[in-house]
Each structure stands twice: as structure tokens, then as C-alpha cells.
């Protein structure tokens, strides 16, 4: 019995470690700071979206077949987005942030389901982390409900559901690189250049497609691959969790720069610049934050 | 995400055959007004199958034929995607690109618009 439970020792304290890891109380400023970025970036998109509902979302613009929701009317359509927009803007600011979040949660899926034609991966991801969303206590920090209960909001929160939304992040990441890994045209870097030259691609992605030598064009792709096929892991171990994250802010830069693939870059930048830093630290870098603030307003009077 | 890409622009067009015999390309653009790319609307984002296409082609008769003159009424209409080699270093307009490197492919061959109800 004795050699058996030597040899299970050190998958038990791994197990423990891994409960440890996702259970810890953290502080809840990260998973804040991204429920009012994720906030704004459905507000920023919702506003480009009131100008056209009824194209975009009512029984006057096309619709495809198979959508699962009745059709809305002209005016439902607008109510809807306008709604988005105010809730969206409440869980931006953090107020009444639960009730907000799942308000923007059920009229961004119904809104993305009547759309159907521009439905990307971008919109489901969100649908999953306003999801998770809803079970974190975002509104405790960094927002007006924080502001209106000063004092009585909790400062940590338990860790696993901020751990479900970066491994949502991860497998995102993960399967975006095996698909490229199993197309031989993405290991060669055809399409990188392809892409480059797309109708997603920025004036300066066109610029780089047509200098891009293929050798740098292949590096590109492999670089690509590997990126999205190991960050979903070193970005769990600490003492390499800050050359991924910056990695993956160079990364994001990039596509952002040479791609229009509108909100989906800044939504993993802030994912990786705030959920996946130690939640201490990310802390501890808005108090300095809040700080400097105050100096310079004293400074100014 | 961009995990694949053929090399390849398309542009989905609607040909249309009206009452007075005319026939012209119908224009997308009155109900495709929002841009998601720079190669236009939403029209060129349709998924390239029988359903959509054939969805698109009724939706067109629809519209055009709304409180129009039997006399200019549209008749059948033709959904096809022109499609070319792209460019490296410049984006390639539809007018620019010699016929000679054109591809066509035909998604709905003469739908009948008076079939529907």
C-alpha cells in the first residue's frame, strides 16, 4: 500500500494545486475592467448598427432561410438595437450590471440570430463570455453600482468562472490553430498572402502582400500556427505568461493593422492584457492608476 | 478564423430579364446598403448555396416587382458569382480585370419571378 500512495503523491498535490488555481479568491478588479471593456465594444458596435435595422434585422431586408426567430418587424428591429445600445452602455458603466449584462446577452444573440449573413466567431465568443459573465460579480468594482453600495461590495471573488472565460479564450486559440495546421495552403503561407490580399484586408495589408517574399510569408503562417496552437497552454504557466501575452499583443496588432475584422482584436487584447495577468497585479496597476489620477488633480488645484 | 482562402474575388450578381424584354444586371445595393467589406455589401457575404441563392433570387423579384407597371415587370432573373485571380500589392476592380480572366459560375439558371405567389 505504502509504494502505491508514494506514487499517487505527486498527482495529488498537482490535483490540489489545479483546485487551488481554480478556486482562490481573486480580486475582482480584472474581470471589472473587462466588463466594461466588453461593454463598450457591444455599445461602439451597437451604434453602427441603429442606422440600419431595418436592412440588418426586420422582414424588410433579406433574410436568409432556416433562421430559427420569427421575423421582426421594422420597428421591432429598432426597439431591439436601441435597447442593445442602452444595455450595453449599463454594463459598460456598471449599472444595475447584472440585470444590464443579461439584457445585453439576450438581445445581442437574438440580434446576431436575425442578422445570420455576417454571423462571424467573434459573435459567438461574446455570447459565451456574457454568458459567464453573469456569474461573476463584474459590477463590484470600477462601476456605478460599486459607486451607489460604497463599501458594501465584496473585493474578491471566487476564481473558476474568470478561469472558464480565459479557457474559453484558449480553445478559441487552440482550434483556430489546428484548423490552420491541417491546411497544407496555411502551412506554405498561400494564404496568408491570399488573405493579405483579400476583401478583409487593410489598404495596409494590401501593401504588405505585394512585397511579402514568400519565405517571410511561410515564417508568418508557422509562426501563426504555432502561436495559436501553444498559447492556449503557456498562457496557464506563469513564468512565460508574459512573453504570450506580449506575443499576443504583437499579434492582435498585426491582424488588426492589415485586416478589418472590426472589435474581435480589441476584445483579445483586453482579454490578454486583463484576464490572464496575475489578478493581483492587474489590481495593483489600477491603484497606481488611481493614484497618479488624484496627484495630478491635486497638481492641478 | 481565415483558416482557409482560395485567391480568388467574387462578385455575386443578379441578371435580370424584364417584361419589355429588356435585360440588365439588377442593382443589390438599395438593399444591401451596409458595407462589411471592400468589396461591398452584405449581398457578397451570402453563403454560395442553392437555398441562399434561390432565397436571394425571389427576394429580388419581390422588390423590384413591388407597385412596378406589368408592363417593366421583372420576369425571371440569373444569380451568378464572377470570380477572379486577386492581385498581390493592389485591389483588383470588376472593370479592370481582363474577360479572358474571369470565371463564372451560374447558382440559379432562370427563376421564374410570376411563380410567385
Not at chain 1, 495559436?228 to 513564468?239: G, S
Not at chain 2, 482560395?6 to 435585360?23: I, K, N, P
Request: glycine share 8%; charged share 20%; with cysteine.
Amino acid at each position: 500500500v505504502i509504494p502505491v500512495r508514494g506514487l499517487l503523491s505527486p498527482f495529488r498535490t498537482s490535483l490540489s494545486r489545479l483546485e487551488g488555481a481554480l478556486h482562490r479568491e481573486i480580486p475582482v478588479e480584472p474581470i471589472a475592467v473587462y466588463r466594461a471593456g466588453v461593454g463598450l465594444l457591444i455599445f461602439l458596435e451597437a451604434c453602427t448598427w441603429l442606422g440600419h435595422t431595418r436592412e440588418l434585422f426586420s422582414c424588410d431586408g433579406f433574410r436568409l432561410p432556416g433562421c430559427a426567430l420569427p421575423t421582426l418587424s421594422a420597428a421591432g428591429a429598432l426597439v431591439l438595437s436601441a435597447a442593445l445600445v442602452v444595455a450595453a452602455l449599463g454594463l459598460a458603466l456598471g449599472l444595475f450590471t447584472r440585470w444590464a449584462n443579461a439584457c445585453v446577452l439576450v438581445l445581442f444573440t437574438i440580434l446576431v440570430e436575425e442578422d445570420g449573413i455576417d454571423q462571424k466567431a467573434i459573435h459567438s465568443i461574446l455570447i459565451v463570455v456574457l454568458t459567464l459573465l453573469l456569474f461573476t460579480p463584474s459590477g463590484a468594482a470600477l462601476s456605478l453600482d460599486a459607486l451607489r453600495k460604497r463599501g458594501k461590495e465584496t473585493r474578491t471573488h471566487g476564481a473558476f468562472v474568470c478561469r472558464l472565460i480565459q479557457l474559453e479564450f484558449a480553445q478559441v486559440y487552440f482550434f483556430a490553430g489546428l484548423t490552420k495546421m491541417t491546411n497544407a495552403s496555411w502551412v506554405s503561407g498561400d494564404v496568408l498572402f491570399h488573405v493579405l490580399s483579400g476583401r478583409w484586408a487593410t489598404p495596409l495589408g494590401i501593401w504588405i502582400s505585394g512585397w511579402l517574399s514568400p519565405l517571410a510569408a511561410r515564417t508568418g503562417a508557422l509562426g501563426t500556427i504555432l502561436y495559436e496552437l501553444f498559447a492556449p497552454v503557456l498562457l496557464f504557466i506563469p513564468c512565460v505568461r508574459p512573453w504570450v501575452i506580449t506575443a499576443g499583443v504583437l499579434f492582435h496588432l498585426g491582424i488588426q493593422g492589415t485586416l478589418s475584422i472590426g472589435f474581435l482584436g480589441p476584445h483579445f487584447l483586453l482579454a490578454l492584457l486583463v484576464l490572464f495577468p496575475e489578478p493581483e497585479a492587474v489590481r495593483s496597476v489600477l491603484e497606481w492608476m488611481l493614484r497618479f489620477r488624484q496627484h495630478e488633480k491635486m497638481d492641478h488645484q | 478564423m481565415f483558416s482557409s482562402d482560395d485567391g480568388w474575388q467574387y462578385r455575386l450578381v443578379v441578371d435580370g430579364t424584364f417584361a419589355d424584354g429588356a435585360r440588365r444586371e439588377v442593382d443589390l445595393s438599395p438593399w444591401f446598403e451596409v458595407t462589411v467589406t471592400a468589396a461591398g455589401g452584405r449581398d457578397q457575404e451570402l453563403p454560395r448555396n442553392q437555398e441562399a441563392m434561390r432565397a436571394l433570387a425571389a427576394f429580388v423579384c419581390t422588390r423590384v416587382n413591388k407597385g412596378r407597371d406589368p408592363a417593366t415587370r421583372l420576369i425571371e432573373v440569373d444569380v451568378a458569382d464572377w470570380a477572379w485571380p486577386r492581385a498581390r500589392g493592389r485591389r483588383l476592380a470588376f472593370d479592370e480585370v481582363p474577360v479572358s480572366a474571369l470565371r463564372k459560375t451560374v447558382w440559379i439558371r432562370r427563376y421564374a419571378c410570376e411563380a410567385l405567389p
